[in-house]
């Protein structure tokens, strides 16, 4: 990832679920200046970053950022070790459930 496609990432992380119009992430991303100069400098990008599948976008030319989707990991309940061993050799189980498990 170039700096210019980290810059819009990082602009359309603050809107997080929401689509942006190409024009204000022009706007907004690159900061006045750039957009002064050129204003249409993040179109050839927003596509670039769709294909590469880091941004999604809508019919009407409007992008959203698309978060890396998270493995499912168990939770992890960090305790000092004599607590573990003290724990482990009381025989009973502390397996913790999640609330979706319990529906």
């Not at 397996?95 to 979706?100: A, V």
């Amino acid at each position: 990832m170039d700096a210019e496609e980290k810059e819009i990432c990082d602009f359309l992380k603050s809107w997080p679920g929401q689509f942006v119009a190409s024009r204000e992430i022009c706007r907004r991303a690159g900061g006045k200046w750039r957009f002064r100069d050129e204003p249409t400098w993040a179109l050839p990008i927003l596509t670039r970053m769709v294909e590469k599948g880091l941004l999604e976008s809508d019919s009407s030319g409007h992008y959203r950022f698309l978060p890396k989707e998270r493995k499912d990991k168990k939770k992890k309940i960090w305790i000092s070790p004599q607590v573990k061993q003290a724990l482990e050799q009381s025989g009973k189980d502390f397996e913790i459930k999640d609330e979706d498990d319990a529906l």
